[in-house]
């Protein structure tokens, strides 16, 4: 069964760091895309970047650019979302999510992460 | 950056009915439109891709049409797992979404 495995949820402080992991399984994860989406408390979906396991190629979208990194090591099939300073409008819920054609960068996502609720408070 | 302008914001239905949902793109985006089913506590669940191939598993009842700027979700015979947030995604220009069609009953 292919499937996308995120880590749990986490609650952090303002200014602390934070890396969240999306593990793949029952495909070939090198070979696809992962993308991450936001979704805010109440607000819709929204792409941060995408990466390409084989690579590591990356590309944020412009938002996003300087407020997070995108990383994989694929030896373990798991990519990763870290950042460094959290901000309270960090807060949501963060899917990584997968194309559903081996290659495709930017496209339809048939296979999603459960997410991981991700809480910035004081 | 590509815009994507799903309407209506609610759409109130009965069970049964058939419903016809709305994505409207700043830029022709030729067939690359996708449409997504959100549940709370789920993940996205891909309906469409292409703007009208129906992903696999998806029952017939949800078909997508359109090109270029002006796309359409119908739902035909609502069952009672359809209610749900519905979103449109485009991928011509990296990936966007659309604000979301909340079908509530």
């Known amino acids: 069964e292919m499937q996308l495995v995120q880590s749990g949820p986490e609650v952090k402080k303002p200014g602390e760091s934070l890396k969240i992991s999306c593990q793949g399984s029952?495909?070939?994860?090198?070979?696809?895309?992962i993308a991450w989406v936001r979704q805010m408390p109440g607000k819709g979906l929204e792409c941060m970047g995408i990466?390409?396991?084989?690579?590591?190629?990356?590309t944020y979208t412009p938002s996003f650019e300087g407020q997070i990194t995108m990383s994989v090591d694929k030896s373990i099939n798991t990519a990763y979302l870290q950042w460094t300073s959290l901000k309270p409008s960090d807060s949501g819920t963060y899917y990584c999510?997968?194309?559903?054609?081996?290659?495709?960068?930017?496209?339809?996502?048939?296979?999603w992460g459960q997410g991981t609720t991700v809480i910035i408070s004081s | 950056e590509v815009v994507l302008t799903q309407s209506p914001a609610t759409l109130s239905v009965s069970l049964g009915e058939s419903v016809t949902l709305s994505c409207r793109a700043s830029?022709?985006?030729?067939?690359?439109l996708a449409w997504y089913q959100h549940k709370p506590g789920q993940p996205p669940r891909l309906l469409i891709h292409?703007?009208?191939t129906r992903a696999t598993g998806i029952p017939a009842r949800f078909s997508g049409s359109g090109y270029g700027t002006e796309f359409t979700l119908t739902i035909s015979s609502l069952q009672s797992e359809d209610f749900a947030v519905y979103y449109c995604?485009?991928?011509?220009?990296?990936?966007?979404f659309g604000q979301g069609t909340k079908v509530e009953i």
């Open positions: 995604q485009q991928y011509i220009d990296q990936a966007t």
């Open positions: 830029q022709s985006l030729r067939a690359n």
């Open positions: 292409g703007a009208s």
């Open positions: 029952g495909y070939r994860f090198s070979t696809y895309w």
């Open positions: 990466i390409y396991p084989d690579d590591s190629d990356t």
């Open positions: 999510a997968r194309p559903w054609a081996a290659g495709n960068s930017y496209s339809a996502m048939d296979l």
